[in-house]
């Protein structure tokens, strides 16, 4: 209903009713102004009795229209809303229009949020209009719900996230970017972040902002930006225009990433660039880059020194023009042998010098593949052999003269044919076999080998080439008496002249109690490896004076450092400076008595990030009971951190609202207690003034008492209200002083004395006389009482009789007790155990969020006390609490400030 149709309306209710009845056209005009409402409209008389109501009315509450009629509004009220109804018409009474939001209820019993407007009428009628805010209530919980969701995304980025306008103002900036630059939000909003940039860079930046637009919206740049201490690092960022439905460009978004170690890397990689190229050029081996086609592409100066060339004279142009031509179809073969699969070869080549004496090198062939393992290019690096060559004829020449050593080697030697028939073996290998000469020569080795075995045998020597002459191999062999022993032989392939295999030769040892030794090596280091390198906790050993000697490899990854950087390094280097003495201390007060400890220290990642960690360290003694090693096994806690100060929050801000709550529901009591001293006030402010008109019987003593009498009802209100903003207050770390628990207890039922008066609920007091003080916080004990009293007002709901509560206090040499018991029907046995849990309720859905329990557990284990609940043999339930008694002498706060560290524990 418009704004213009219900002024109309108000017109048409306002005037005073004609003798006759009203004309058609007025008529006709009120049936269209009431009747065309989506919203309820209502007219009562001054008793709150509806005298008539719309169509949307009736549709609101499921009534039809005589069925609201002569039925009182407050029938149509929720229960915990009708005091608000006597306010109400006291205002309206004055002539006062009012506009509210109340919980109505529907045909049925369900409530709804309603927002009423009601307007006292010139004849007395009171008019209502009545909107059903149900639909709005969801959307505005979907609406709170989309936010969080998106603001939790925003908020837990870890790149950077800033948004600001044409003119670089910053209008908003994520927690990442604000850890990032180390300034909070209020330093930078409103700021231009220009400032973050160096001075000389403010142009360009500038210009890279103005060149987006509607065709080019999102670039991408790297900046650089000065830290505090002069640091300089770097960040890549993905600037973005927003525009508005004009096309105009109204904000810009910036998301940022730091890059700083991929720029360091950039650089460290062309210095490394430079180094090889100065090893590479220095190198006295002959070092050379060809294509396919044997073109050479590079040439170092060892190479052009050794052919007597320039370089000029060899790039472009095949390197084959440089060796024999005979020789040239056997280099295309060994070169076009070479593949993704086996690139590399090594290769003797042979040349004749100027002065035409032959030399040999010896080449090792490399070929360099592209992602699709086809070969661009081929490296060769080549020293000369000559001098091996030479010696090698010599050592060929001289064999018959080494056979005699040969002969009385300890070591087994053998030489067979291709077809592995043995042509020798010496006397240890007939010794090592148990087997004579004559029992051997002729015969094929692998009759010495068990048959499974063979075929690996024949591959291992078929792989031995011109290019790769010598293998090693470890071979078992089944002795004669069924034992298995093991060798270890050095293959080595003999060629003719023509380049094929004529022999081949074995030199080997026996290696059984090796092989036994690394059997069991292997299955130790697999349980070591299992347990310390393939760990995801991190372990470190350090030594007295804090250098370190082992880390794994989830240590290496969680700092960020290799192997190298690490060992030989302090311990503590890798805690932050305002931590090293705590974790020090810690770890260097070990004993053999007590050898563990567990430490949480800080660490920064290079980005700035805080991570927490926990390690179990132990200290390692000899016999003498002396340290000579500290080893620890640390986690990862940063997360459960994290997790722990956001539950710790959820919980205050919940507790609060329970408070506040509670609040609500004893505001009664409240009101009772602030206005007598108001009504106090009034009265002596009527004496003195009396006493002052009447200033020749005024005596000066009675005003001054008078005045002090109104200051100290002042201060009684005071003091209330202090109480209850202390008692509201967000921050859970309260004052813990000595306190005295009947006054607690006097004051909550101070608090709550309207509520149990107008429930005709008894309380019954046995509150000792004395008792001992208690160490805390007096408004967390006062929770304590409020909750458990309002506990109790709900156990006695649906009671008609006996409604009574009794609250008793007595000291015992364990602490002091507190019992609040009532009159209602108990707890029944299967939700006796979930009494205590959070958001646990026995109570109707909606009454409350089952937290009073909770919170009261929460507080009693907090101050090292015990709570239990049990029924009573007569019906009811009596919920005990102990809390342990103040030592004595507490006036200089010892005792108060442990319950306050136990409480922070």
């Known amino acids: 209903m418009n704004s213009s149709k219900i002024d109309s309306f108000y017109n048409f209710l306002r005037r005073k009713p004609p003798k006759g009845q009203p004309s058609a056209r007025e008529s006709d005009q009120f049936h269209i102004l009431v009747e065309q409402s989506s919203d309820g409209i209502m007219v009562t008389d001054r008793d709150w009795v509806l005298l008539d109501v719309n169509t949307s009315g009736c549709l609101i509450f499921g009534y039809d229209r005589p069925d609201l009629q002569r039925r009182a509004f407050g029938e149509l009220v929720a229960g915990e809303d009708l005091p608000k109804l006597e306010l109400i018409g006291k205002a309206l009474r004055t002539g006062d229009s009012v506009l509210c939001s109340l919980n109505c209820r529907r045909r049925g019993g369900c409530s709804f949020p309603a927002q009423v407007n009601l307007r006292p009428l010139m004849d007395g009628r009171i008019q209502i209009i009545l909107r059903d805010m149900t639909q709005k209530g969801r959307m505005q919980a979907r609406l709170e719900a989309s936010e969080a969701r998106y603001r939790a995304i925003v908020e837990d980025q870890t790149e950077f996230i800033r948004r600001f306008k044409p003119d670089l103002t910053l209008t908003y900036v994520n927690p990442a970017f604000c850890k990032y630059f180390g300034k909070n939000q209020f330093e930078l909003l409103g700021k231009n972040f220009l400032e973050l940039v160096p001075p000389e860079d403010h142009a360009s930046v500038a210009r890279q902002v103005r060149e987006l637009s509607r065709d080019r919206p999102v670039a991408v740049a790297e900046r650089r930006s000065l830290h505090a201490g002069g640091e300089e690092r770097w960040q890549q960022w993905v600037n973005r225009a927003i525009f508005d439905d004009a096309g105009e ?47 050479l592409t590079y040439v170092n100066p060892a190479f052009c020194k050794y052919f007597g060339k320039t370089e000029g004279e060899l790039l472009g142009k095949s390197f084959l023009a440089l060796f024999p031509e005979e020789d040239h179809a056997h280099i295309r073969r060994q070169i076009e042998g070479l593949s993704a699969k086996h690139p590399v070869a090594e290769a003797e080549r042979r040349l004749r010098g100027p002065g035409g004496a032959e030399r040999w090198q010896l080449w090792v062939n490399r070929a360099i593949c592209d992602d699709a393992g086809n070969i661009v290019e081929y490296q060769s690096v080549g020293r000369d052999i000559t001098e091996q060559k030479v010696i090698e004829r010599r050592l060929t020449e001289s064999e018959a003269r080494y056979r005699a050593i040969v002969e009385d080697q300890t070591e087994f030697i053998r030489r067979f044919k291709p077809d ?192 927490w960690l926990q390690y179990v360290n132990r200290g390692i003694y000899n016999s003498k009971g002396e340290v000579i090693e500290y080893q620890s096994v640390g986690r990862d806690i940063t997360a459960q951190k994290e997790a722990e100060t956001k539950v710790q929050e959820a919980r205050e801000a919940i507790e609060r609202a329970t408070r506040v709550t509670t609040l609500a529901v004893i505001g009664g009591g409240i009101a009772h207690e602030i206005n007598q001293p108001l009504n106090a006030v009034k009265i002596l402010v009527g004496t003195l003034s009396y006493l002052i008109k009447n200033g ?164 009693v284990v907090a101050s090292n006390g015990t709570i239990r609940i049990e029924n009573l043999p007569g019906g009811g339930t009596a919920v005990s609490v102990r809390l342990p008694a103040a030592r004595d002498g507490t006036e200089d706060g010892a005792c108060c400030r442990e319950a306050a560290q136990l409480a922070r524990q």
Request: aromatic content about 8%; charged content about 30%.
């Open 420 to 611: 592995l028939t043995l042509t020798y073996v010496n006397p240890a290998f007939c010794r090592y076999f148990g087997r004579r000469e004559r029992e051997l020569l002729g015969k094929s080795f692998l009759a010495l080998i068990p048959d499974e075995d063979h075929d690996l045998v024949r591959a291992q020597i078929r792989a031995l080439c011109i290019s790769q002459p010598v293998g090693v191999a470890e071979r078992r062999t089944i002795m004669q008496n069924g034992e298995e022993r093991w060798q270890h032989w050095v293959n080595r392939a003999i060629f003719g002249e023509d380049g094929e295999i004529v022999e081949y030769q074995s030199v080997g040892r026996d290696m059984t109690a090796y092989k036994r030794m690394e059997e069991q090596l292997k299955k130790s280091e697999s349980r070591y490896r299992a347990i310390v390198e393939d760990q995801t906790d991190l372990i470190r050993r350090f030594t007295p004076d804090g250098t370190l000697t082992f880390v794994n490899s989830a240590f290496c990854r969680f700092y960020q450092k290799d192997f190298a950087e690490i060992l030989g390094s302090n311990f503590e280097s890798l805690i932050p400076p305002q931590d090293r003495e705590r974790i020090a201390n810690q770890i260097y007060s070990l004993t053999p008595e007590t050898p563990t400890c567990i430490t949480e220290p800080r660490y920064y990642k290079p980005d700035g990030t805080l991570s």
């Open 249 to 295: 460009i109204i904000e810009y978004q910036s998301v940022g990433r730091d890059i700083t170690e991929q720029k360091r890397i950039e650089r460290r990689l062309k210095e490394s660039e430079v180094r090889y190229r100065a090893i590479v050029e220095d190198q006295t081996e002959c070092i050379r880059r060809f294509k396919p086609d044997l073109t």
């Open 696 to 859: 020749k019987d005024a005596v000066p003593d009675s005003i001054t008492q008078g005045l002090t009498d109104i200051g100290e009802q002042i201060d009684r209100i005071d003091a209330i209200v202090n109480h209850l903003r202390l008692f509201l207050r967000k921050s859970q770390n309260f004052e813990y002083i000595p306190c005295n628990l009947n006054e607690i207890v006097e004051t909550a039922l101070a608090l709550v004395a309207n509520q149990l008066f107008s429930k005709r609920i008894r309380v019954k007091k046995l509150l000792a006389p004395t008792l001992p003080p208690i160490c805390g916080s007096s408004v967390r004990f006062e929770e304590i009482v409020l909750n458990l009293i309002m506990n109790a007002v709900d156990a006695l709901e649906g009671i008609d009789k006996r409604r009574k509560i009794t609250i008793q206090t007595w000291a015992e040499e364990d602490g002091v007790h507190l019992v609040v018991s009532d009159t209602g029907r108990g707890v029944a046995p299967e939700v006796a155990d979930k009494i205590f849990e959070p958001f646990f309720s026995t109570k109707k859905q909606g009454g409350n969020m089952g937290l009073g329990l909770s919170i009261v557990h929460s507080i």
